[in-house]
Structure formats: C-alpha cells, structure tokens
C-alpha cells in the first residue's frame, strides 16, 4: 500500500532528525535546533508511534520557559554554527526572567501547544498515561497564554500582538512589505548560513534581514520588555493565525482541564478570554467584501489589505458564523483554488507580490493546509478539505518531505522537485497524521 510506505518514509524523517537531547531539528544544517511551533507538529507526528518522543519534545520546549511565561521561537539546546542569527546574537541573558540553564530567542511563535496537548490525548492509547504527563504540563501552557493576555493584548480586546514577522511564522510574507517602508535600517553586517544551505532565490533577500535583525536589536536595547517593546517597535501586529491558534488553543486547555477536573478558575478565565478575542477577531480582522480575515497593523493604526492562507485560519478556532465561512470558502476556491494550483498558496495567487518559489511569498506549506483541513472540516465543507489533503500528500508522495511547494501543479511537475530544506520534519509529521485515522 502506497500509503504505508509513505508512513514509513516520513516516520525515518522524524527519527533521523530526533537529536540525544530529547528533540527534534527541523531540517539539518537549515534549522539546527529546536523551534516552537514545529516541535509541536512534530509532536502530533511522533504520536501515532511513539508517544515517548512525542512527550520529550513538549518537555524539552517546555523546558526553555521564561519565568513570566513567555515560551521563545527557539530554544539552544546545542551550540552550532550552521545558523544565523544564533544564541549569541540573540542573548535572552538580557532579560532576567528567561532560564538560566539554557539560551533560547527573545521572540516567540504561534502558541500551538492547547492544541497539541489536546492532539496527543485524542491520539494516545493510554488515555491514563498521557493524562498524567499533561497533568505535568498543562499549567506551563496556561501561564503562557497568560502572559499573552497581561502583556501583548495592549487594548484589552482579546487579541494579542505579535513585534517580529518571526513570531508570525510566516516569515517573508508580503504582508509585511509597507511595514518595512516605514523603517530605514542600517545595513548590517551579517553572515547569513540559510543560503549556503538553500538556493537564495528561494530565501528571503539581504535587505529584508536587515529589518529582521534591526527589531531585535531594537528588543535587546530594551532588555527584551515587554512594554517597552509595545512602545516603540515598528512592528507591532495582529495576526488572525497567531490569534486563531490562541483561541483554538484556549478551547482545548478547557476540555482538558475539565476532563482533569477541579480547575474551576482557570476554565472560567480561558472562557472570558476567548468570548472576547472571538467578537474581536471578527469585528476588528474580518474584511467582507473581500471575504478574508486581514492582519491590523497597530504601530500605524490600519488593516493591511492582503489576502494569505493565515486569512482562513479563523476556521479553524471557530470563529467565523456559517455565512462569513462560506464567504471564505469562496474566496479560497476562487482566488487560491483553481484546477492548475496546489492548495493552498501562502500568498494570493491574483497578488502582484505573489511568487511561486520564493518562501511564505507563495508556496504551499504543509503546516498551513493541516490548519486549514481542519478548519474547513470543522464547518463540514468536507470536499474542500479533502481536496487540501489530496494536494498536500500528491505533493510529498511525488516530490519528497520539503519545507515548501511551488503551488502550480505544470511548474511543480517540471521542475520534480520541492523547495527548501529536505526532510523537513513536520512536513513528515502531518503527512503521518493525514493518513492516520485517529
Ligand atoms: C522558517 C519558518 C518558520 C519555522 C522555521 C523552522 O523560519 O518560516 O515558520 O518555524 O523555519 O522550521
């Protein structure tokens, strides 16, 4: 069966990236260490077979906590020079609540793991077994969303910010590029290690890590606080992906805590939180005539009118009533749908900024369309999700688990090849959980 052997291939990927120290590496030499919200794909992806490595990947993660909660985008379990910008350009050290025992970043990524904790309970045999393990780290995962309430949700509405495109996730998105406008940063002197590992036309340019680096020297001046950041970062962003992970999440440390029992308190306050990002993220990030959930940009006060596959994620935590779903859906067939392009683009095939090989500025990524399988499944638009699937396993079972896809099926097919780093572990990961039936 085509099926088992592309289990089989992708359970390699994950084991040959799993390191001694009890995580897992993105990719070799590309990504030497271990990154927020992959480890929690990975997670997912360990689960259906070896549960073990699944909880040594929440630990160690869980593990490079700060004091105030905040959980980095990277945590430094091992020195290697393979990557920049590296543990000594980031110096969490700066900041006296992050750990002491380990280096991580001073920038965050979406808070997947309610979700994942969720994820392993649902995919777990032994249902006593794993409870006791999220009993163990369920309220390092509740501390974390409160410290994004207390600390990024400067209006009180429910939806927090996010000061670096990094803690996005989607790292070059063109979403960003009039925010880069507003900054004139020097140029830095930097050796970037990606493009000795990738082909730099599929990498972000020069000019943009500029701007990357500049707001982090900006947050390291600040010794990485928080309110300091809010104030004077050029950019400071609501994000309907980051935002929809954080509700879905709260849905899913309630159902957890409830099947823990005698977590009254926290329960109400998870409940509270997400009654309001729920009415916000409609009210403030949905744009109906153009049928998408938009990022705000609060450092200059406006939606930023770019349509990308973090537009439909609001599918995902639910928030959307059936109309503006199906207002989504369209949008999607009609913009990101067409009979010759994989879903889903990461960016508006119709945008003048759309570019089929170059990162999060138009390929598909995998981690995006299992969001997006199970926001549309969650609205019963069952064809629509089984197409995300079938484009998702047509693209690894013919061109390998690659961190990205070019989104056009005839250039895809031409070129018989993926893009970016190979053996790319939650690529691996969710194609183990789509086949899995649980
Ligand atoms: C890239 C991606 C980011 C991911 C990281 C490690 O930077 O944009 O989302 O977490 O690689 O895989």
Redesign the pocket.
């Given at each position: 069966m085509p099926e088992k052997s592309l289990i089989e291939k992708a359970k390699r990927v994950l084991i040959g990236n799993f390191q001694k120290k009890g995580f897992t590496i993105?990719?070799k030499n590309l990504?030497p260490f271990q990154?927020k919200?992959?480890s929690g794909f990975i997670a997912i992806g360990f689960a259906h077979f070896d549960i073990e490595k699944a909880k040594k990947e929440i630990y160690s993660l869980l593990d490079a906590q700060w004091e105030n909660g905040f959980i980095p985008h990277i945590v430094f379990h091992t020195k290697n020079d393979s990557y920049f910008p590296g543990a000594e350009f980031h110096k969490s050290s700066l900041n006296s609540k992050s750990p002491k025992h380990i280096d991580t970043s001073g920038i965050t990524?979406p808070p997947v793991l309610g979700f994942v904790l969720e994820k392993l309970y649902d995919i777990a045999d032994n249902k006593k077994e794993i409870l006791k393990f999220i009993k163990s780290q369920i309220n390092k995962v509740y501390k974390n969303h409160q410290y994004f309430y207390s600390k990024r949700d400067i209006n009180n509405e429910g939806l927090v910010y996010i000061y670096h495109n990094?803690e996005s996730?989607?790292?070059n998105s063109p979403v960003w590029d009039n925010i880069w406008k507003t900054m004139n940063p020097p140029r830095y002197k930097f050796e970037r290690k990606d493009t000795t590992h990738v082909d730099s036309s599929q990498r972000p340019t020069n000019r943009e890590y500029d701007h990357y680096i500049d707001i982090i020297e900006l947050a390291k001046k600040f010794n990485y606080d928080d309110n300091k950041i809010a104030k004077h970062s050029p950019f400071l962003v609501q994000d309907p992906l980051f935002n929809s992970i954080l509700i879905r999440s709260n849905e899913c440390l309630i159902r957890l805590y409830k099947i823990l029992g005698g977590n009254e308190e926290k329960i109400k306050y998870l409940k509270s939180k997400n009654e309001k990002s729920l009415i916000n993220i409609n009210k403030k990030l949905y744009n109906s005539s153009m049928g998408a959930y938009l990022h705000f940009d609060l450092r200059n006060g406006k939606k930023i009118p770019l349509i990308c596959s973090s537009s439909f994620s609001p599918l995902f935590c639910g928030a959307p009533d059936l109309e503006m779903a199906q207002k989504l859906k369209s949008t999607l067939m009609e913009k990101f749908g067409k009979h010759d392009y994989y879903l889903c683009s990461s960016f508006d095939p119709e945008g003048k900024q759309h570019d089929q090989k170059k990162y999060?500025r138009g390929p598909v990524w995998i981690n995006l369309n299992w969001i997006l399988y199970h926001g549309l499944r969650r609205y019963q638009f069952e064809e629509t999700a089984k197409r995300v699937k079938n484009d998702s396993l047509e693209l690894v079972d013919t061109l390998g688990f690659y961190e990205y896809f070019n989104p056009s099926k005839k250039t895809s097919k031409e070129s018989n090849k993926g893009y970016g780093g190979e053996n790319f572990s939650w690529t691996a990961a969710l194609t183990i959980d789509f086949l899995s039936r649980k």
């Open positions: 993105p990719s990504y990154w919200w992959d990524q990094w996730g989607t790292d999060w």
